[in-house]
């Protein structure tokens, strides 16, 4: 994202809309990235190479409840 990162937009989100459900889809395989992006609160981190057969369950997981990370 070019002027806002992922992590200061969810920080706002969560701010405006505290029961919004948040599921990060990054090109990062990160660890660091992903822990910080789950402290905001988000219900999931996919990462691209992985959207295909994670992006759905990450969304169920997230309307549920639940968390969903991708195998880094």
């Avoid at 090109?27 to 990235?33: D, E, F, I």
């Avoid at 910080?36 to 990450?58: E, I, M, P, Q």
């Amino acid at each position: 994202m070019p002027t806002l990162g992922g992590i200061e937009a969810a920080i706002r989100i969560r701010w405006a809309a505290p029961k919004t459900r948040i599921v990060f889809l990054s090109l990062h395989h990160s660890k660091a990235l992903m822990d910080a992006a789950l402290a905001t609160g988000a219900h999931g981190y996919v990462s691209k190479s992985n959207a295909g057969t994670d992006l759905t369950r990450a969304i169920r997981a997230a309307l549920e409840g639940e968390k969903f990370v991708s195998k880094l």
